[in-house]
């Protein structure tokens, strides 16, 4: 039988179709590890899904239904959704119905809406600051046997900016070439794994959305100061470089077991980090989407000298996304129920949806990438005085977000051993 696949920016591979129709904090040092966990955490938390509305519940809901706390993790939510989007574009009936209830939109025109609005908002390449989204689609040559929906690929020109490629996936080069145009568009940042790029004859397309950003810290860290140091992580005590620095007359947030603190990025927006008060897992405040919104709004703001120590890392993430994503609702897209007639004139099913990611963080600043991919087959001012003073050092398991100026978040993930750059 055949297939299509599609990748989608981040990047998602689309396969194919067959024919038929409180109070100030107390100072808080980080000088003893977190205890592990009692008991291996499930890989997929189960939690009721609420409404979603919009980007930011989506992303809510899929970071805790990802991140456990347990390992380094790094997820791009805006680049599955803007993946799942281009899809759900060519989606009809009910696999329509729940690729949108999903997405937190009611029809494609609001979907459409909300992915125009980010593309238009979130391109900027400037010297100290870089946020670019690219998307792609690579069709099967069939020699005219195969036809895509011209509205589809329209929409998919006019919404997405996407680019548009006939292909032979027959030939080993189609692989190399689509891995390269996935390379450029992210720097160069993300080693991408081999079965990613590889298609059998049967593929009938694939569309590509990748996201790459550069930031500097609009207050970079001294390199001077950076300084070894003992990460109490995991899997154990390891060494550590601590980029250091004093944000004075700053504002730090006391929320429910952790402190929150942003450092701003030039031109992009702020990294936020969430640091577990002492005695509590990282695990313990993650697991359902109001944790996750809480993690990332609540709480209350003081103001303060913050003494920062922050461990420079850098490392490679990939998830696997085709069980999270039919528990959270879109089951019906991966089976032979699936309908996406309005993609191309054969019937279509998901069969794979991955992503792959880096993040860097160091004194300059931050440096991210991502791609996801989904298959789709055929189917059978002054300082006052008396300010308080708080350590805000990340020395054991702590959670990160990158977000835009107006709080789309961009990357979020886990830090529980952090990895230097290579």
């Not at 329509?96 to 494609?108: F, H, I, N, T």
Request: negative net charge; glycine residues 8%.
């Amino acid at each position: 039988m055949k297939r299509l696949l599609c990748i989608l920016c981040a990047a998602l591979l689309l396969a194919a179709c067959v024919q038929t129709p409180a109070s100030a904090p107390s100072q808080t040092s980080a000088s003893a590890p977190v205890p592990e966990p009692t008991e291996e955490p499930a890989a997929y938390p189960d939690f009721p899904i609420p409404e979603i509305t919009g980007y930011a519940g989506f992303s809510d809901v899929l970071a805790a239904k990802l991140l456990d706390g347990t390992k380094n993790k790094n997820l791009s939510p805006i680049s599955v959704y803007l993946a799942l989007a281009m899809v759900a574009e060519g989606a009809k009936g009910q696999t329509q119905a729940d690729m949108l209830k999903l997405l937190g939109c009611e029809s494609l025109e609001a979907l459409r809406g909300v992915c125009g609005a980010m593309l238009e908002q979130l391109s900027f390449d400037y010297e100290d600051c870089t946020l670019q989204i690219a998307d792609s689609i690579w069709m099967a040559d069939r020699n005219g046997t195969l036809h895509f929906d011209e509205n589809y690929l329209k929409v998919l020109a006019e919404t997405y900016r996407s680019e548009a490629s006939a292909v032979d996936f027959t030939d080993a080069e189609t692989g190399k070439q689509i891995a390269d145009w996935i390379t450029e568009h992210t720097r160069g940042k993300i080693k991408i794994s081999e079965d990613a790029m590889r298609f059998d004859p049967e593929t009938l397309a694939v569309l590509i959305n990748t996201i790459y950003l550069k930031a500097a810290w609009t207050d970079s860290f001294y390199e001077g100061a950076t300084a070894p140091g003992t990460f109490y992580g995991i899997g154990g005590e390891q060494e550590v470089s601590y980029m250091h620095c004093t944000d004075s007359n700053t504002t730090i947030v006391q929320g429910k077991g952790f402190l929150r603190y942003s450092r701003l990025l030039f031109g992009v927006g702020r990294m936020t980090f969430v640091l577990p008060d002492e005695g509590t897992a990282l695990s313990d405040l993650l697991g359902t989407p109001e944790q996750v919104r809480a993690l990332l709004n609540d709480g209350e703001a003081i103001r303060a000298d913050v003494d920062v120590m922050l461990p420079k890392f850098a490392f490679q993430d990939r998830f696997d996304l085709n069980d999270p994503l039919k528990a959270l609702g879109i089951e019906i897209a991966f089976s032979d129920s699936a309908n996406f007639s309005g993609m191309c004139d054969l019937a279509a099913k998901i069969s794979r949806v991955i992503q792959e990611s880096y993040v860097g963080v160091d004194e300059k600043g931050v440096e991210a990438a991502a791609y996801t991919m989904i298959a789709m087959n055929e189917t059978a001012a002054l300082e006052p005085e008396g300010l308080p003073k708080i350590d805000f050092h990340l020395t054991r398991p702590f959670l990160f977000a990158i977000e835009a100026q107006d709080g789309t978040v961009l990357f979020i993930g886990t830090v529980t051993n952090p990895t230097p750059a290579e």
